[in-house]
């Protein structure tokens, strides 16, 4: 059963459903309006039109994204995303190499939650496989996946604070980030590209006495997250800056291909934990945060909500946290065997040796899985003949889908709005450009 | 609206040229090239798949007939179902498609990339160009031919390659991903990719 709901309501009890402010809301439609009269009145301000590169390298582009503007004085007439500036041919690449050899590349996708996107890879691959992993294994998935949604929220947030003027946000969540870090390093060995999974499990258990480090983490991460919140949700400069702006029909968010908070905060409930579960998200339960206009205002409103939804499902995983094997066992031609027998044992070392110089074997035939990442629905499409190398493999980037929309957005807006815009969308251009 | 479950019974009757295509986890259908708006958009508008999550192209390999293929995978927002549905191109060496921007415009950015990286030409898009690589660039970097290691080519910025006289150069790799040649100033220890002209035994040609 779905629970959606108004992620306005639940936040302030006391503000209503529709989060309307009559000036602001005149001012941005008179002032688009005014834009599209101006330039349909008359041929002579078309002359002026003014035509603005905005970055690529802009701090409000979050990374290498360059905006090619039309504007009429101050009004946006016609914007067109420029991206490809971090194209790497991570497809291309993953032709090359065998399945587990990828898993390092999948960490500088979204390279803001790589954990996440170690585990939407690894899933798609054992689907591929037909491969179940156990249940300790899936636990502990989860866990990083709803850290690293943690990590990633805080740093959108701090960054869109940043760029709306509110610079105090910036410090709380970055320090709260640096943590997660240190519990990240604490797990993998890496703070940024984690490169955890492996196909048919991770790549090691998790460590001594880290749940309850990852435990106390979520205990002090409340409180100071509402503190956050709280720094924004009414803050007068930044309802100016976000209530009416960018707003997204709910059908246009469709016809687009919007996934993740960007689509739930037009008011579409489609979150794939909840409505096609995989690694177990179906025993946790968790709330799925709704917008109900579409504005940069609800996509912020539907992350700050997220975070404390993904605290909740880290809680109740560490609270229930299985026992048994963290890889599965009878994955023979997939996982690698423990250090400790190969160097004894003849067998595991043969098998050792094929899995590195081939790669895991994979059974011909084409998969598509979609797991619900911090930016949106990744998505994994994989084609294989059979062997250790796959075929094909699309990635199917949230980013790039959301930034599609740009076009038809930002048209009406005010300069000063892109940047505004652009925060709200929260993407990550090394996992548009692939 | 019909259960998405039973797309595999409804489709194949109501589109006769429509074949079941081998999957292993959604129902899939081959489908000619020109039924393309007709099934898609039934499946959008009767059968509830209306969300276009991913629009890409296979290539089978130089010499291969039919060489491309375009494939939808289609998402129900409200079943919560995926459908993967796949178009061989009929010439293989001048590939086209009907576009589906008319019935999702987030296809557009899709069939560009598509465009950029196979070359496949999306009959009725409303602005064919590059999106990843920049405008001008003379390959279709994920056909089979396409060697890992890129082709030498002109720089994006002619100013910039007037001036300086650099190309894009290409970057193999061989043995892992990267290799840190050892010995020599530390200036010239980074990791690198290495090139496949030259090994230890053979100087690098200049």
């Known amino acids: 059963m779905k629970e959606a709901f108004c992620a306005s309501l639940w936040l302030i009890p006391h503000m209503p459903a529709e989060h309307t402010y009559p000036d602001t809301a005149a001012k941005a439609s008179s002032f688009a309006q005014a834009g599209e009269d101006r330039a349909a009145a008359s041929p002579a301000t078309e002359a002026e039109r003014l035509s603005v590169s905005m970055g690529p390298s802009h701090p409000s582009t979050h990374g290498v994204l360059r905006m090619q503007l039309e504007l009429d004085g101050d009004v946006v007439t016609k914007a067109d995303p420029v991206v490809g500036y971090l194209h790497r041919g991570d497809e291309k690449i993953a032709e090359n190499m065998t399945y587990n050899q990828f898993v390092p590349y999948t960490d500088r996708l979204d390279y803001l939650a790589p954990l996440a996107n170690n585990v939407a890879y690894a899933i798609a691959v054992e689907r591929l496989a037909k491969l179940e992993v156990p249940p300790r294994c899936q636990a502990i998935r989860v866990i990083v996946c709803e850290l690293a949604r943690i990590s990633s929220h805080l740093m959108g947030l701090g960054a869109y604070g940043i760029d709306v003027g509110a610079w105090t946000i910036f410090l709380y969540t970055f320090t709260e980030r640096e943590k997660l870090y240190r519990l990240f390093e604490d797990l993998t060995g890496a703070r940024f590209p984690t490169s955890y999974t492996r196909i048919g499990g991770v790549a090691r258990d998790v460590p001594e006495g880290w749940l309850g480090k990852v435990n106390a983490f979520c205990d002090q991460f409340l409180p100071i997250l509402e503190e956050v919140l709280a720094l924004l949700t009414r803050n007068k400069i930044f309802l100016d800056r976000t209530v009416d702006i960018g707003a997204i029909a709910k059908e246009d968010a469709i016809a687009y291909g919007l996934t993740g908070p960007n689509l739930r905060g037009c008011g579409v409930p489609l979150d794939l934990r909840k409505d096609r579960p995989y690694s177990g998200y179906e025993q946790y339960e968790f709330d799925v945060p709704v917008g109900t206009k579409g504005d940069c205002y609800d996509r912020y409103l539907c992350r700050g909500e997220e975070m404390r939804q993904s605290v909740r499902i880290v809680k109740k995983a560490i609270k229930n946290f299985p026992g048994g094997e963290w890889y599965a066992k009878d994955a023979r031609k997939i996982f690698a065997p423990p250090k400790d027998k190969i160097l004894t044992s003849m067998e595991e070392l043969i098998q050792n040796f094929m899995l590195v110089t081939e790669g895991p074997q994979m059974p011909p035939g084409e998969v598509y899985f979609e797991a619900e990442n911090p930016k949106g629905a990744l998505g994994f499409y994989i084609v294989s003949k059979g062997g250790g190398v796959p075929w094909r493999l699309k990635i199917r980037s949230p980013s790039f889908c959301n930034l599609s929309i740009l076009p038809k957005v930002c048209v009406g807006a005010m300069i000063a709005d892109i940047v505004s815009i652009l925060g709200s969308f929260d993407f990550v251009m090394g996992e548009c450009d692939r | ?206």
């Open chain 2, 1 to 206: 609206m019909t259960a998405t479950a039973d797309v595999a019974a409804v489709l194949p009757e109501r589109f006769p040229r429509l074949t079941a295509r081998p999957s292993l986890d959604w129902p899939a259908f081959n489908i000619p090239p020109a039924d393309v708006p007709a099934v898609l958009g039934h499946l959008r508008d009767a059968l509830g798949y209306d969300l276009l999550a991913d629009l890409t192209a296979i290539d089978a390999g130089a010499g291969r007939s039919p060489r491309f293929t375009v494939v939808w995978h289609l998402l129900s927002t409200t079943a919560h179902t995926y459908v993967r549905v796949a178009a061989d191109c009929a010439d293989d060496a001048v590939p086209a498609m009907p576009s589906v921007t008319g019935l999702w415009p987030g296809a557009n950015w899709h069939e560009r990339e598509a465009y950029d990286m196979f070359g496949i030409t999306f009959t009725g898009h409303p602005d064919l160009r590059r999106i990843l690589m920049w405008d001008g660039y003379p390959y279709f970097p994920l056909r089979k031919e396409f060697p890992l290691a890129g082709l030498d080519t002109d720089l994006a910025d002619a100013e910039v390659a007037g001036e300086t006289g650099a190309r894009v150069k290409p970057a193999p790799y061989m043995g892992g991903p990267f290799v840190a040649p050892s010995g020599g100033p530390m200036s010239k220890a980074e990791p690198r990719a290495r090139d496949q002209s030259w090994t230890e035994k053979e100087e690098k040609p200049e």
